[in-house]
């Protein structure tokens, strides 16, 4: 273990109560810094100087925390005149169709008159292709509405439906090279596949262009801060930088100023985030030691750079990626020379930096998060080199423009998916196991007590294995709570159907994932819903899937007709289903189609409706509404999935008729009136048992 020594000790603890007033002020404002700098005076008076000086960067922390909480009120307090406007300002966040940028206001034209306004931060949703790229000052027109709240981190006041945008002035030269560079990295890194989506993220941090389930993998997985840059992606970078600027000269200071100026253009290019502005600052107070003839330390850097960076923007004190990033070097630094000289080193090495950095982030994911991976170890111990050699292949292809080396790091980057997805699937740990395994690890330190802590451990992981996602014992189906949407699990002796996916790919996965699923033989999407078939983005990459089922007549919807498309690219049977299907067994439990019976007026109505039966009979009607409710032949299941989640577009008389001991709501919280009140009323007069998964969360039906 590498302690600090005296001149880093010194830092840490001037970053600690920097860190420690910037949260006060925050929290409490200004008023705590008075206090704090009357005893910060009077210690340096008495020569404690140390103390004092500690104590006086506590009470600047203060007033950097006051400020930052000041300037988040007055954005989000801010009056935003809403209608028809035109905004001219700076851009501070890049945004493109379906990424909302940032723009900082600094005049206003409302009802044709232009006027100086010094206002709040405002979001800019885009389309087609208009653009907006940080640094760069902007007019923008459109449509201005009051939505206080935040833009990936960013306070906004409000937010524009822009309708154009018009470049007013270009960047200056530090945002042009850094702009010009992350282009670079954007074009050659683009095109299909998540291997370059997550290469990118590898090289500047950009994950945009992974997809939601790539990017819950490597959360759960623990590999997160692979696309979270670092300082080994600042010393890549500096590395290249210098070779481009040898020409400008050598010699200290020559390459103090060069490395300043470099850094400054990587910050550019990565965005500024929050690990990327600690790193930064940490190498270029090294740089800066190394030019004065000082030595400067990890822990020294570390704490300085805490330091300043929560003293220029105290809102770093609460934002988790900075909190993170600090942790894990904290981490990375106690745990160096823990391994003495075991060999192969690099494994070691790898994996002592990996167990330091995971141990010193556990209490901020507990604490943010509720659970940590269990294989997270191992999965970086796997990943680390990947993501090298990913990264460095990616680098040179930047330099040289060559495909091939763009290619290998993609393919690297794939990898570290599959242990990203094959990690993730392995159960979450909480508080309390996390509490009992540091027991089990202080108790296994005694080296009699190795044996029996061994045989605990194997049974602990025994029973959380083996018992997460338990299935049904008979056949079985299961309304999933999804929220606002419908999901519908069928099982039977080991089969599985999937019929629809609700609306957040993240919630799907996780709800599959705690039930243990893992093919699905027959995925059925009853129409082309958002709320429907939204979450089943990625389900052909996360799960093997025999069939899809898709309606056969109305408007499939832009997502649903690109997941039939996906599928008939994967080799996956499409077929378009009406009532005049045949029945398809799931074990023991027999889905038969009966409708949609021919095309609709309305999407609703052109849903896949169908039975799941065995001894009891459960209807599950998608959305369809009275007309096609009138065309279904006569039934009266044991269950009913209400059709379209309570909603008003139910025929009464159908809904009575089609009642039997049991009904389903699937529903979440929305603005849609769903259930409607006449649903609610008709379910309670004919006294069946109502379920409703908002409420009582997944429902699980019997069929046997």
Known sequence: MRLPGPAGLLAVAAAVATWAGTTLGLWLGFGVAVPALVVAVALWLSRRRTFGIVLLLGAAGVVSGALAAERIEATWGAVVPEGPVSVVGLVTEDGNEGRTGVVRSEALRQDEEWVPWDGPALGVELSGDLVLVAGER???????RAAPGRVRGDPVAGRITAQDVERVRSAGPLFAVGNRLRGRIELLTGGPGAGRALLRGFLIGDTSNLSA??????????????VAVSGSNVALFLMGWWLVTAPLGVGSRRRFVLGLIGLAVFVVVTRWEASVLRASVMAGLMLGGAAAGLAVDGWMALGAAVTVLLLASGHLAVDIGFQLSVAATAGILLGAGLTGRRKPRWVWTVLAATVSAQLAVLPILLWHFGTVPLLSPLANLLAAPLVSAATIAGALGVVTGLAPFIDAGAALARLVLAVSHVAAEWPQIGVGAVLIIGLLAGVGAHRRLRPVVAVVAALAMAWVTLGAGTAPAGPAVI?????????????????????????????????????????IDLLIVTHGDIDHVGGLEGVFASHGVGRLWVPAYGNAGPVLSQLAAEAAKAGIRVDHVDARARPFRIGEVVLRPLGPTRRFAGDNDGSIVLTASVRRTMLLAGDAEAVAQRELPPLRPDVLLVPHHGSATTDLRWLMEALGDTAVLSVGPNTYGHPAPEIVAILEQAGVEVLVTAEVGDVVIELD
Request: no cysteine; hydrophobic share 40%.
């Open 138 to 144: 902007v007019r923008v027109d459109g449509v201005l």
């Open 213 to 226: 389930r790539d990017l819950d993998a490597l959360r759960r997985s623990g590999l997160t801060h692979f």
């Open 479 to 519: 309304v999933l709570d999804v929220g606002q949407g419908d999901a519908v699990l069928v099982r039977s002796l080991g089969s599985v159907a999937l019929i629809d996916g609700g609306r957040d790919p993240l919630v799907l996965n996780q709800k599959l994932r705690s039930h243990g699923v893992g093919r």
